[in-house]
Each structure stands twice: as C-alpha cells, then as structure tokens.
C-alpha cells in the first residue's frame, strides 16, 4: 500500500523533498501547503501508455482487425476521441516534459533523451498540490536524467508528487522486481532499462513476486481508496507496451497462443546484453505481434480495474480522466500505427500521433470523435482550468480544452502552427499541411487531409506554402532558443 505522509502535513514537516528545484513566488508562504481542499474541486486522474500503436485502440474507427481494449474504449465512450491527438517528441523522455510541464521541452533545450526539467517551470502536479490536491504517481517517471537517484528534480517527489511507486529509468524489467535478482545481476542499472526493486517514496521496495502492470494498478487503487474529501491526481504511467514486449502472465500467453520466451537470470550473463537481444529482434513478425497483443490485453485488463474502482469509491462523476499513450508505436514490439506511416523514433505521423481520450461527467458530451487537432502540451492548461487554478498562459504553450469541448459543435481550438524537432528532424502542422524534414532528407509538405499517410511530396506544387510553415519553424525556433538561453542563464 502506498503510505500517505499526513501526519508530517499536518505537523509542517516533510515538504522540503517534494518542493526542491521549485522556484516559488514571493508571495508563496509554507502556510499554504496547509489550506483546506476546496472538496468541490474536481479529481484528475491521467493514464499513460507506453508505445502503443495508433491502430492499436478499438475504439478508433481505423483499428486494427486484431485488436480489442474494452476497457480503453470506456473512456471515450463516456467522453470525447481525438482522432488527431499528438504528443510533443516521437521518444518518452522529452514527450513526458512537455506533457508535465505544458511547455515546448524545447524551451529549455531538450531535443532528445536527457535533459534536466528546469526549476523555473512548475509541472501540472506542483501546481496542482499548492491548490490543496494529494498527489501520487505510479509507474514510468523517464525525464531522460536522474535515473535511479530520490535526489534529483526529475524525481517525482521533488516536482510535485506526495507519493510516488515505480523507476525513473527509459524502461523496467516487467517481473524481477527482488533485491535478490538484483544482488545477482551483474548490472542491474547497467542500461537505461532496469531490474530489481522499485523507486517508493524516499527509499525501495522489493516484490518477490509480481508483474508491473499489475502492481501499478494495485497500487493505484490503494491511492484512490485513501482519498477521502481531498481532491487528488493521479498518475498512472504504465511501462506496457515498452520493450520487453515478451514478458507477459503466462494466462494472456495462452490466450494469444504464444510462444514463451525465457525471462532473464543471471546465469546468462549481462542483463544489458538479454535486454538488447529482445529489445530489437529481427525480425519483427506474427509471432512478436502476438506476444503485443497479449501485452494489450492485460494493460487494457488492468486499465479496467482503476476504472472500476472509480466507479466503487464513487469517484467517477467527480473525476477528470485523460488517456493517452507517450509517442506512437515501436517498430520493434509488433505494434500497429495504420494508416499512418512512420513510428516512434521519427516525425512521421505513427511517431507523434497517439491514442487521445477524455471524459469529463457532466462537461464532456459522451461518445463524441473530436477530429480536428490537439496536443498532450493542452493536458496541463486543462486540468488548471478544471482545477480553477490561474496561472500566467504566456507560459504555457497549450490550449484550455474544457469549454471547448463541452458543446456540440466541433469546431478546431488550435489556430497557430504546431512544431516538433528531435534529432536532424522537425515539423510544422497547421491546419491539413504539415511540413516535415527527416534527417539528411529534403523537406516535404503533406496535405493530410488528403494523404495521412504522407505519401505524396506536395512541395514543389505548393511553394508558397512551403515557405509560409517553414518560416514559421524558423521563429519557433528562434523563440526556443532564446529560451534555452534564458534557462541556462538562471
């Protein structure tokens, strides 16, 4: 059970840890940790998936034909689906900044895997408890620094979370969750993906038997069961459907006929060397499809159960849900992203175009697909607004959702460009065209209204309005330099 530190609240002590690297404002005073909930503000409760494929969610139109997430599909059957719902990078580690933060990782230079989240921009869980929210997380905390360390601020309790069960490393090993394995394990932080026991709170914990998906789940559910008049957020990042996609409960393996693949023990050497063995089999067929699907089932299974538990508590008519999914499938895990082309790991649209849903009783019409464009960078300005938190919108690069979506007319709420750039990549979309460069390649302007699946070079029929999008990034750009600057400044 994830222990609540109430009795240090209620002393005073205990927030030093929770609020380090946070730049307060001059009006701020300690007292306000300890001001009564509003118990009428609503609770926000975020769900985030692991590389799960655009086609891989049926309550898409576009799914693929093998697929089934009943439980997944709820949400947006009592809320909205955004059929063009994006993330901010094609990888983990700078889309869950942006996310966090609802600000351009970009800002403070985070183009790729690792970059520090800045102590001048609050994440939506600091803004959030200084409003008198309890705040958990479980599961994947990857900002692409830290790993491993409580001392950090990419650490959840130091920006914003009272507590937290999970790894703050690129991925966890699904089972060997003990102190002994990991006492065996040559490396057992050898490599970005880890085994052994979890990060809890200020210290450890070992599981002698387990498997994440379910133990996030649990976890989660305790959480929501000790909330009892304040309004909380959660978080829960699931490290399903990350490689290594085979480590599956045997009962979905059966299920899905597959085919067993030994975990991982000691004997067989480095767990860096089995890691990278399964992360990028070759090739990737039928066979590590099934092994996905099995993956799914049991996410989707388990997604079913925090659900429910809201509904039990009698916490659902009170309770923002969002669910997504942190970039687009992996080429490597049987993943299916049609029929967009591209994956995670570049700018195409299967690498930023995600599962998007929301439901929000008595705000959000149920059963409603929103077509037009929306971004993770609008989770935070949304969930302020839900909060009935101000904040100064300047610094926020994303849009408040929640009038918008409340009515029946389903208009677009984005009017300026969006941009991403990873890597050599970038992109610009706005409206149906999208600009993109890939690396060494030349740049190519797409009208995806016409073609999702960016096959047609628009560039040389439409000159000008290449030129318009990409002087467009090149302000963007400028803008985020400057701000880079500024960080590194403070």
């Not at 034909?65 to 709820?74: K, S």
Request: charged content about 25%; hydrophobic content about 35%; glycine content about 8%.
């Amino acid at each position: 059970m994830i222990e609540r530190r109430s009795f240090l609240k209620t002393m005073g002590f205990g927030f030093a840890g929770g609020l380090a690297g946070c730049i307060l404002p001059s009006r701020y005073s300690w007292a306000d940790e300890l001001k009564p909930a509003n118990s009428t503000k609503p609770n926000i409760l975020i769900i985030v998936t692991d590389d799960q494929g655009y086609a891989d969610m049926s309550a898409f139109s576009h799914h693929a034909p093998d697929i089934q997430t009943p439980n997944m599909d709820r949400i947006s059957q009592d809320g909205i689906l955004f059929s063009q719902g994006y993330v901010t990078a094609p990888v983990c580690s700078p889309s869950r900044a942006g996310w966090n933060t609802g600000c351009y990782q970009q800002r403070w230079g985070h183009l790729n895997w690792g970059a520090k989240l800045p102590p001048g921009r609050k994440t939506l869980a600091e803004h959030l408890r200084r409003a008198g929210y309890a705040t958990g997380k479980v599961g994947k905390s990857d900002f692409g620094v830290g790993y491993h360390s409580h001392d950090s601020r990419e650490y959840p309790l130091n920006h914003g979370f009272d507590e937290f069960l999970g790894f703050s490393s690129h991925a966890h090993d699904y089972f060997l969750l003990s102190e002994e394995i990991a006492k065996r394990t040559p490396d057992p932080h050898g490599h970005s993906a880890a085994l052994g026991p979890l990060m809890h709170n200020r210290s450890w914990k070992e599981y002698k038997e387990g498997y994440t998906t379910e133990i996030f789940t649990d976890e989660a559910i305790e959480f929501l069961k000790m909330q009892q008049g304040q309004p909380f957020f959660l978080n829960v990042s699931f490290n399903s459907l990350h490689h290594l996609i085979h480590e599956v409960p045997e009962k979905y393996l059966r299920k899905h006929g597959c085919d067993p693949i030994p975990n991982y023990d000691p004997s067989m050497g480095k767990y860096e060397d089995y890691y990278r063995e399964y992360a990028v089999p070759d090739p990737v067929d039928e066979k590590w499809r099934k092994l996905y699907l099995a993956n799914l089932e049991c996410l989707d299974d388990n997604i079913g159960r925090i659900l429910d538990a809201l509904d039990e508590l009698r916490l659902s008519e009170n309770t923002l849900v969002i669910f997504f999914s942190d970039n687009g499938g992996s080429p490597y895990t049987g993943a299916s992203n049609k029929p967009l082309s591209g994956s995670k790991y570049n700018l195409r649209e299967g690498g930023i175009r995600v599962p998007l849903s929301m439901r929000f009783p008595g705000r959000f019409n149920p059963g409603v697909t929103y077509p037009h464009i929306v971004s993770s960078l609008d989770i935070v300005p949304t969930c302020l607004a839900a909060a009935g938190i101000e904040t100064q919108e300047d610094r926020l690069d994303g849009l408040n959702l929640l009038n918008k979506m409340s009515g029946t007319e389903l208009i677009p709420v984005r009017s300026t460009p969006l941009f991403w750039r990873w890597k050599k990549q970038f992109a610009v979309r706005h409206g149906d065209w999208k600009l993109l460069k890939l690396d060494d390649a030349k740049t190519c302007l797409y009208n995806l209204n016409n073609d999702v699946a960016e096959q047609h070079d628009l560039s040389a029929r439409h000159p000008e309005k290449l030129k318009d999008l990409l002087d467009a990034y090149n302000s963007w750009q400028l803008e985020m330099e400057a701000s880079t600057n500024q960080h590194r400044e403070q």
